[in-house]
């Protein structure tokens, strides 16, 4: 992994936008994985306005949501899926036959788990993965643990994912969540990573060690070739 440091949030964002544009250029039916929240919001905004520009270079895209809370509506303006739509999904134009998602509140969860699965296998690898650095160093709800899953699955959410802004604002809170497993992350082509917002100062500096740990979970994308770290230094800088 390689880090590359940005003055602000907006120049961080350009620059990840400019990224997925020129994957997108390489390949047409890029299979875009994304992450949701604060941290990509201006990098998908910024993709919007590309669309408008050239509408016929999304025209093929494909997107995977990377997790989703689960047991609440999938309704719930609060869901992962809820700000795909709005920001991704609408804006882009993408068709539901380029979309892979997890139902937010199915009746087996782990047969869920196995469905996207089961999708991904068959539609990947993941050709670049946007990531956002949790406040415990999660990526996704592949949450610090003793150990880590592979492949898709339910998570056990973190004291901290329960205090994320999205599962405060829910009138049904989430009991547990829906997730790509690291396994599957790290065999994308390429990897983003995110590094802006608030309180991430303590997972980012371990970060910066270059040291693996299951208790930072993004710490493991030391070991792809293909990840960056886009730092905004303005919200990281102690």
């Known amino acids: 992994m390689t880090l590359h440091e940005y003055p602000d949030h907006l120049s961080l964002s350009q620059e990840a936008c400019d990224h997925i544009l020129r994957a997108l250029d390489t390949k047409p039916d890029l299979l875009l994985c994304v992450a949701t929240g604060h941290s990509p919001l201006e990098t998908y905004r910024l993709l919007g306005e590309a669309y408008q520009a050239n509408p016929s270079r999304f025209g093929r895209m494909r997107i995977i949501k990377l997790d989703e809370w689960g047991g609440v509506p999938m309704e719930d303006p609060q869901t992962c899926e809820s700000f795909v739509q709005r920001y991704l999904l609408h804006p882009l134009h993408i068709t539901p036959d380029r979309y892979i998602t997890f139902e937010s509140d199915p009746e087996d969860p782990a047969a869920e788990c196995a469905r996207v699965q089961a999708l991904l ?18 990526i996704g709800f592949n949450e ?11 998570a056990h959410l973190s004291e901290a994912s329960m205090q994320h802004a999205m599962a405060a604002h829910m009138d049904r809170k989430p009991r547990y969540g829906l997730c ?29 060690t270059g040291r693996l740990s299951t208790q930072v979970p ?21």
């Open 121 to 138: 296998d068959q539609a990947g690898p993941v050709d670049l993965c946007i990531l956002g650095l949790g406040r415990n160093g999660h």
């Open 144 to 154: 610090p643990a003793d150990t880590l899953q592979p492949h898709c699955h339910v």
């Open 180 to 208: 790509l497993g690291m396994a599957d992350i790290l065999r994308a082509q390429e990897i983003l990573l995110l590094v802006t917002g608030s309180g991430k100062e303590v997972p980012y500096q371990f970060l910066r």
């Open 218 to 238: 993004a710490s493991f994308l030391w070991l792809h070739l293909g990840a960056s770290a886009l730092i905004d230094t303005a919200s990281v800088r102690n």
